[in-house]
Structures are given as C-alpha cells and as structure tokens.
C-alpha cells in the first residue's frame, strides 16, 4: 500500500530525510495499476532529501526493482551519500534522479526505458547538479523504433572533472545527453571536465 493515504495520486513508497545508513535490501516497488494515472503522477519509490541510503540488488533479474513509476529513486542534497548496485528500473518516466549529490555511486545496474515525448522524455539515470560519482557498468535499453527516450541526461553546471565508464545505451533515441558547462571556467587551473569513456551504443 501506498505510505501517502488520501491523495489522489500516489506519491512515495518510502521517504527519507536527514537520515543516513538506511539499506533497501532486494527490495520491490512497483504502481501495479498504472495506467490509471497520467506518467507524471504514478508515484516515487524512494524520495529522499538529505539522506544517505543504499539501494542494493543481486545478480538475479529484478531482485531489486522499481517498475512503472513517475521516478524509480530521486535524492538530494549533498550531506549524505546515495548508492544503487545491481538494481533493475522497469518502464519508469525517471529511473533515478541524483540532484547536487556528491559521490553518489550508480553501478552494474538495469534501465529500461519506455518511449516518450519530449522535451521532458523518459529517462535512465538523471544526474543535475551532481558530481564526484561513480556511474560505470549499467545497461541502458529502450525499445527498437523509440523516439523520445534517453539513457543518462547530465543537467546543470559542475564546475569540476567528472566521468563515467563501461556502461551500454541500447535501442535508445539519445543515449547519452549533457546540457550546461561541465569543465572548471578558472584560468590556468581548468578542470578536464566531463569524461564519457568506453561506452557502447547499438541500435
């Protein structure tokens, strides 16, 4: 059951707030019923500000699961830390939202992106704002003929060299997109600035 009781729309499974050391262990959120509700009103599994949380899976396909939601795992703020390993998103409009977070860690994870419109497409992985980050050896999968979805959007400034590794885009229509200044702007010390390395784009 929802943890919002009385609204219209569904909105957090779980929320979280200037806490730390929370663990999602194997854990399963899903809108069962959602194509009763409009994309951007199908609830939030893990909505957390402030707050340093680990959401962990295993090997085994959807052990750790967020499927057909508005935003898989959204988090913000940068005191505490948030990590995602070896979870499977499924048919969400965002799988996961990091805003002005540092270091959080995105590994070895699965998004699967349904089609939609821009300027606001579905997408994997959502990192605005944030940096220091691990994001390395996810798999990134729309569908064949898709116009409208994205694997990771890099949004607003990070004035500092940030870099991601190993990961696939499939079937996608933008696999990876950066919008804004990513590199360091002070003369003589300027950053390297965003690092895009060894990913493999199919289809």
């Not at 998004?111 to 992985?125: A, I, K, Q």
Request: proline share 5%; with cysteine.
């Amino acid at each position: 059951a929802w943890t919002d009781l009385g609204t219209n729309n569904p909105l957090h499974h779980a929320r979280l707030q200037s806490v730390k050391g929370i663990k999602f262990n194997q854990c399963k959120f899903r809108n069962d019923a959602h194509t009763q509700f409009p994309p951007l009103n199908r609830g939030w599994g893990i909505f957390g500000t402030m707050a340093g949380f680990d959401v962990l899976g295993t090997s085994t396909p959807d052990a750790s699961l967020f499927q057909n939601l508005s935003t898989g795992v959204a988090s913000g703020g940068f005191i505490n830390k948030t990590n995602i390993r070896q979870t499977w998103f499924r048919g969400n409009r965002v799988g996961a939202h990091l805003q002005a977070l540092v270091a959080p860690e995105v590994s070895r994870s699965h998004f699967f992106m349904p089609d939609g419109l821009w300027p606001n497409p579905p997408t994997g992985l959502l990192l605005q704002q944030s940096t220091g980050y691990l994001v390395e050896e996810n798999n990134f999968t729309g569908m064949p003929g898709t116009y409208g979805n994205v694997g990771i959007y890099w949004k607003g400034d990070v004035l500092a060299g940030n870099r991601i590794y190993n990961n696939t885009f499939n079937q996608l229509f933008v696999g990876t997109y950066v919008k804004d200044r990513h590199k360091g702007n002070t003369p003589s010390t300027e950053e390297l600035g965003l690092q895009i390395l060894c990913g493999d784009y199919t289809g």
